[in-house]
């Protein structure tokens, strides 16, 4: 079936090191996204991509790292930059040739210890 | 890019219908209108999106006013399945894609 996978579900880290959170699709969508999301709050954009090669940053991109070198794959890194690390981290992916839905994955929660 | 204000929170009971209302004044011409749904601990999905027509699905309907400054999302009969948080957005055609604003929508809670 044709979806998003974003892996690991849970994960702790100690204050300090880098986490990458993996992002996959398989609907051959053009257009990745990263968003964060606190308790009680909206989504917010971290960074996107349109194509592969290149991307652009979000309103929250300090402290986050991406990387788009297939199509298929956007991985994010939190690095020890950012200051409040822990958080609901979503992906998601679209067509950006048209104004269809954005397809998202189950989320990654990441705690920092 | 254009913004999206919904109330925070709103209560139906089960089987009746609920209209969650969006209000985005400044839109505009190539702003496609789009809602999704989160459930608690999982990510969004969509339920619906339109241009200017009223549009119907399995999941909803939305009504977009004529000026199209706002918008309400119609689900016909509530179930507790409908509990969740519903998000108003933006999309627009032809441009960026990118740096699509979630506000913190609209919390449903469905009493039975």
């Known amino acids: 079936d044709g979806g998003i996978t974003q892996s690991p579900k849970y994960l702790f880290r100690k204050e300090g090191q880098n986490v990458t959170l993996s992002c996959e699709q398989n609907?051959?969508?053009?257009?990745m996204y990263w968003y964060r999301q606190d308790p009680g709050q909206g989504l917010r954009l971290i960074y996107y991509?349109?194509?592969?090669?290149?991307?652009q940053k979000g309103d929250i991109a300090e402290g986050y790292s991406v990387s788009r070198e297939k199509k298929e794959s956007f991985p994010l890194t939190v690095t020890s930059a950012q200051k409040n690390p822990t958080a609901f981290y979503l992906c998601?992916?679209?067509?950006?040739?048209?104004?269809?839905?954005?397809?998202f994955g189950e989320g990654s929660r990441l705690t920092v210890l | 890019d254009a913004k999206t204000t919904q109330p925070n929170s709103m209560e139906s009971n089960e089987e009746e219908p609920v209209h969650l209302p969006c209000n985005h004044s400044?839109?505009?011409?190539?702003?496609?209108i789009h809602w999704y749904r989160q459930l608690p601990s999982q990510g969004p999905e969509y339920v619906i999106h339109?241009?200017?027509s009223n549009v119907n699905n399995r999941m909803a309907s939305l009504a977009i006013a004529e000026d199209r400054k706002s918008s309400t999302l119609i689900l016909h009969r509530a179930t507790l399945r409908d509990a969740a948080v519903y998000y108003c957005?933006?999309?627009?055609?032809?441009?960026?894609?990118?740096?699509?604003?979630f506000g913190k929508g609209t919390k449903l809670s469905v009493k039975p």
């Open positions: 998601a992916s679209s067509g950006t040739s048209d104004t269809g839905e954005l397809f």
């Open positions: 609907l051959n969508h053009d257009a």
């Open positions: 991509s349109q194509i592969v090669n290149d991307f």
């Open positions: 400044t839109i505009s011409g190539t702003d496609y």
């Open positions: 339109g241009l200017t």
């Open positions: 957005i933006l999309r627009s055609y032809g441009g960026s894609q990118g740096n699509l604003i």
